[in-house]
């Protein structure tokens, strides 16, 4: 006879079977004041969808079980495919039928009328809360669009099987599926951001180019094309490398390995050579960085969008297990320090979302409002900055929040954690960051933005002593560029919950982020009872 298990007391019950739309009342404002209200009802379905039990358990078995390189058939002879856990196509199929990797475009290759940016970042930002890695061919297949602008054949050809919003798995020639996917490869051995240095080649070949040449880094290997560079006679310039050549033989792919990555484990990222491989070029010859630029400013945005949701889940999971855990005779929701320490981080990730959400306000106005088009431009490197490098503490602490039960594998913290690193360092770390905002900050952009901002947080503490600090720290170039990155996005959030967030929030998040000497830790702000118990009703209701 087996002895029954003692009830398990004082533990939180699991955080699942939630809408992760209407249990976010910062998200809900952010959406409203940037135009996106009138898909409230399909934004709503889809939180209760993707806060489904068996949504959080597909984005656990994915990342359970890593995809894996298969070079060679049983006759040794090379398919270079990569075999990942049916979970993982799961949420890919749940993902691409919700358009995260269409939706932004027409099917002539043309941005999508507003609000198409907000209520796909919208969709973005709630599945980054279940499982992230999946979304990385989602980021570049979207972002891919903006390069094959380019050139409208390749578009034509290449973009209505984007649109479909049909995920195909199969390994087959991409003309025989019912929608593809784009994956990228830029980066090489001898270094990542400095592209220049490239070595891969190109030579023209019949209707086409021969690619040789080996990528450090090329993520989702089993993508239908991908966006690379190579060095033509005309310079470094940009291809699109389909897995099949036209014949319907299989490209000269060559993987030579998966990356064993400290994160992101659903999501295979490889090390390939490229043996006269087939591809087209997209663009001028050497011009291949101006035809990817478009494509960067996308897939960065994407990266801010994400490390805001994986804030926010580890919000909603500290301050879930906070209202039930006992400590000391009190819920730890009701321990003043530990009070302080979740209204901080609601402070933080309030001010992540409505900052990603204005920014995907100015992508979907760009094209006809030069104003929104500058803050997009200037704020874009700042906000991925800012957002993207808070992500790793700010997830720390909500682990922290649950003592040794949230450093268990059990936990969704650590997967959390392991994945709050990397949209840091993909498409720019910091410090290229600061240094894109120097490359934007032209004085008219500089003016343009910052009247825009200053006027959006109007009457809110620090705004013009922090106007002034920003224009002194760009003055001052490369040296303090970094604090010139944050300094802007903390304005920017500071104007942009001026608008979507109530009057008390904004004016705290001003006082404690423009004014006074905010503390390195999390739980260090000023911020009283009255102000800790506001953060918390919205950021996760009883």
């Not at 009802?41 to 068996?54: I, M, Q, S, T």
């Not at 027409?106 to 009328?113: D, G, K, Q, R, S």
């Not at 600090?469 to 304005?491: D, N, T, Y």
Request: glycine share 8%; charged share 20%; hydrophobic share 45%.
């Amino acid at each position: 006879m087996t002895t029954p298990e003692p009830e398990l007391a004082n533990q939180s019950p699991p955080y699942e079977d939630v809408s992760l739309f209407e249990s976010d009342r910062p998200l809900q404002d952010a959406v409203a004041s940037n135009a996106g209200g009138a898909d409230r009802e399909a934004l709503a379905a889809f939180g209760r969808r993707w806060g489904a039990a068996d949504m959080f358990e597909r984005g656990r078995q994915a990342n359970a079980n890593p995809p894996r390189l298969e070079t060679l058939d049983n006759r040794a002879f090379r398919i270079d495919t990569v075999e990942f856990h049916p979970a993982y196509h799961d949420l890919m199929a749940e993902s691409v039928a919700e358009g995260l990797g269409s939706s932004t475009w027409t099917l002539e290759a043309t941005p999508a009328p507003a609000p198409a940016q907000v209520t796909r970042a919208t969709r973005f930002y709630m599945a980054a809360q279940v499982e992230t890695g999946h979304l990385c061919p989602l980021t570049m297949t979207r972002a891919a669009v903006a390069a094959l602008a380019a050139d409208p054949k390749l578009a034509a050809t290449v973009v209505p099987k984007i649109i479909t919003r049909r995920y195909d798995q199969r390994f087959i020639p991409w003309w025989e599926k019912e929608g593809v996917t784009l994956g990228m490869g830029m980066t090489e051995r001898q270094g990542g951001t400095d592209v220049r240095t490239n070595t891969t080649t190109a030579v023209p070949a019949g209707e086409g180019y021969l690619v040789t040449g080996h990528k450090w880094f090329m993520s989702a290997p089993m993508c239908d094309f991908f966006l690379v560079l190579a060095q033509a006679t005309g310079g470094l310039s940009c291809f699109l490398m389909p897995r099949f050549r036209p014949d319907g033989s299989v490209n000269a792919l060559h993987f030579q390995r998966l990356k064993d990555k400290l994160g992101n484990r659903s999501n295979a990222s490889s090390e390939v050579e490229f043996a006269d491989a087939f591809a087209w070029r997209v663009g001028e010859e050497g011009r291949g960085v101006r035809t990817i630029i478009a494509m960067v400013q996308l897939t960065r945005l994407d990266c801010a969008i994400a490390s805001a949701g994986l804030m926010r889940m580890a919000l909603a999971q500290a301050l879930h297990h906070a209202r039930h855990r006992i400590v000391f005779q009190k819920r730890l929701v009701d321990q003043p320090m530990m009070a302080g320490v979740l209204a901080d981080m609601a402070l933080e990730a309030e001010a992540a979302i409505a900052l990603v959400m204005r920014l995907c306000r100015s992508f979907d106005l760009a094209a006809g409002d030069p104003g929104e088009a500058a803050r997009a431009r200037l704020l874009t490197p700042a906000i991925k900055f800012w957002v993207c490098k808070r992500a790793p503490a700010f997830v720390y602490e909500a682990m922290e929040c649950f003592g040794g039960n949230g450093y268990v594998e059990e936990s969704l913290l650590p997967r959390l954690y392991r994945e709050a690193p990397v949209n840091a360092i993909w498409e720019g770390s910091g410090n290229v960051m600061a240094l894109d905002v120097l490359r934007a900050a032209t004085p008219e952009v500089v003016q343009t933005v910052l009247d825009a901002l200053a006027n959006d947080a109007e009457g809110l503490p620090g705004v013009r002593e922090t106007r002034v600090q920003i224009g002194e720290v760009l003055a001052a170039g490369e040296a303090r560029a970094r604090l010139a990155a944050e300094r802007l996005a903390l304005l920017a959030a500071a104007a942009a919950l001026r608008v979507s967030a109530s009057a008390a929030v904004a004016e705290l998040f001003a006082r404690t982020r423009l004014v006074a000497a905010h503390g390195a830790m999390l739980g260090t702000s000023d911020i009283n009872a009255a102000e800790r118990a506001e953060l918390l009703a919205r950021a996760l209701p009883m």
